[in-house]
């Protein structure tokens, strides 16, 4: 039997117009009796000690609370959609966690000013709830749509109050723009501006960077361009610029760059990505005075870097990154074009400013094989005592990337004989199995102030080699010859071997040419002198077949 018929349905003997009428009267109960939840709900929290703080205290957490969270902030010009949700769903989970919260939020413009790509309604509702605060605008349009067009037609009409600018999109989209669009263009509070050309292929376009191009900036302060020429942003190169970031995508020459430079004279920062240059002889006769630079990085072929770091003047012991490829040259030129650099960069820094220096292979491609070295240098002495804890180096004051030039051995010995490194205190030489610095003697003559040092793997092989005294044949002025005694890092007091072959092979008790033998007599050498060092570090531990033995090295020896 079906259970509907037992028993007869609630209201069945009432008229439709009846039911209609009970249903609205429960209906307006359950209203009031929402209404009144929500009042006891709204009651018990500003019974909370944190309501009861001013709304413009709790407007600062707020903010505080998006500032601390930025990090999620999506970067690059293809945000992934999930941490781009994930950092736009702060400012909302401020706005619903309470009703006094949502009228706080609401009312501070600051919360919903910082716009990242989002669609058209959300985009008209953070403009409306930001009012008149200082907007800063990331945007990416991926294709020409109508949306598209809205949004950016919205963008202009706000132009008045945007600081920030970040604008991805292809030169088609912005030429069609520009030529619809006659809306007032006078950015006069813009700060910073990025612009992106992402269409591909980039080809070789010449031309002004449409739209941008026709803006007004009195203020700008930081430029970022990538994907366009010179020749399509100089006119967005005013007096006022401070920071320059640029990654081009045709070919320059030196000399245009430095005369463009002419009109930035405040610039602080200069950072040039995988620059393609054509050196000209006009480049001699232009040269750029930045007196307030800071901070640059050039990533360029050697000749290039080369002829840009000798006809720029800038100030003594700044930041400079510079990452330099090696075209096919001949090696008389190859080796002018690395003097060049190393005398610019020795005029660059006083004596004494670099104390720490690393040694480092760039990395390896596919066939296992090195393909670059790194040369680092900080101004501070870095610490060393722990060194399984892989800490994160400071950013360094000196990094100079070489690719593709050969050998590297003559490459460290020429920038190590001629960079300011006399008063460094702090050496690390860390392993490489395609390349091994042989004359060590030669090629760190000069470190006599280094206290500190560090060798990795393969690189510490011909190091016991190198810490023996050594007497040299010298000349005196009345002809008659006399040796005089040479010491590699006569100051040399820590000493620290990480992960070095011991003994030649694994397991086997180490023989008289194995590296601890060698070791040995270079630390007896040295202590015979008058030499001793005060700590030896092995690193990671021995294991107990050849541990005994460094433990009486050590144990004589410093």
Avoid at 39 to 62: D, G, H, K, S, T
């Amino acid at each position: 039997m079906c259970m509907n018929h037992m028993y007869p349905p609630v209201g069945a003997a009432l008229t439709n117009s009846e039911i209609k009428e009970r249903i609205a009267d429960h209906k307006a109960k359950m209203n009031e009796s929402q209404v009144q939840i929500t009042q006891y709900e709204r009651c018990l929290n500003a019974r909370v000690p944190i309501a009861r703080l001013p709304p413009e205290l709790l407007a600062e957490i707020f903010k505080f609370y998006m500032e601390t969270n930025s990090i999620e902030k999506p970067i690059g010009w293809v945000p992934p959609k999930r941490r781009l949700a994930h950092w736009y769903a702060y400012r909302f989970r401020i706005a619903q966690v309470s009703h006094h919260w949502r009228q706080v939020a609401i009312q501070n413009p600051c919360l919903w000013a910082d716009i990242v790509t989002t669609s058209l309604e959300c985009f008209k509702q953070m403009l409306i709830r930001s009012k008149e605060a200082p907007l800063a605008i990331v945007w990416h349009v991926m294709h020409d749509s109508r949306e598209s067009r809205e949004i950016m037609r919205l963008i202009v009409s706000e132009l008045h109050r945007i600081r920030k600018l970040v604008l991805t999109a292809p030169k088609s989209f912005l030429r069609a723009f520009n030529r619809d669009c006659n809306q007032p263009r006078n950015a006069t509070q813009l700060r910073v501006l990025h612009v992106v050309d992402c269409e591909k292929p980039s080809g070789t376009y010449v031309g002004s960077i449409p739209f941008i191009s026709t803006l007004s900036l009195p203020q700008l302060q930081e430029l970022k361009v990538t994907g366009y020429s010179l020749v399509s942003f100089r006119m967005l190169l005013l007096p006022s610029l401070t920071s320059l970031i640029w990654s081009p995508s045709t070919l320059h020459t030196i000399g245009h760059l430095l005369d463009l430079l002419q009109s930035t004279p405040l610039l602080c920062t200069l950072l040039i990505y995988d620059a393609k240059f054509r050196l000209k002889s006009e480049t001699s006769n232009i040269h750029a005075k930045l007196l307030y630079l800071q901070r640059l990085r050039v990533g360029c072929h050697l000749g290039a870097c080369a002829t840009l770091l000798n006809h720029l003047e800038f100030p003594k012991d700044i930041e400079i990154n510079l990452f330099v490829d090696g075209p096919a040259l001949s090696p008389e030129d190859e080796i002018t074009d690395l003097q060049a650099i190393n005398t610019a960069l020795y005029k660059t820094f006083t004596p004494k400013f670099l104390r720490s220096f690393d040694i480092s292979p760039l990395g390896k491609d596919l066939g296992d094989r090195c393909f670059g070295i790194v040369l680092t240098g900080w101004s501070t002495i870095l610490p060393h005592e722990s060194p399984g804890l892989n800490n994160r180096d400071p950013e360094p004051h000196l990094q100079l990337t070489f690719t593709g030039i050969k050998p590297i051995e003559m490459l460290v010995d020429m920038a190590c004989s001629q960079l300011p490194l006399s008063n460094v205190d702090y050496l690390r030489v860390n392993e490489s199995q395609d390349y091994k610095i042989h004359a060590w003697r030669d090629t760190f003559y000069r470190m006599a102030n280094l206290t500190k040092l560090q060798v990795s793997g393969y690189a510490a092989d011909v190091l016991p080699q190198a810490l023996h005294i050594i007497d040299v044949p010298v000349a005196n002025t009345d002809g008659v010859s006399s040796k005089k005694m040479k010491v590699l890092f006569p100051r040399l007091a820590f000493l620290q071997l990480k992960r070095v072959c011991f003994v030649e092979r694994h397991g086997l008790p180490p023989a008289e040419g194995d590296f601890i033998s060698r070791l040995e007599g270079a630390l007896k050498d040295r202590c015979a002198h008058g030499y001793v060092l005060a700590h030896l570090d092995i690193w990671p531990p021995l294991s107990t077949i050849y541990e005994h033995m460094l433990k009486e090295v050590v144990k004589k020896m410093t």
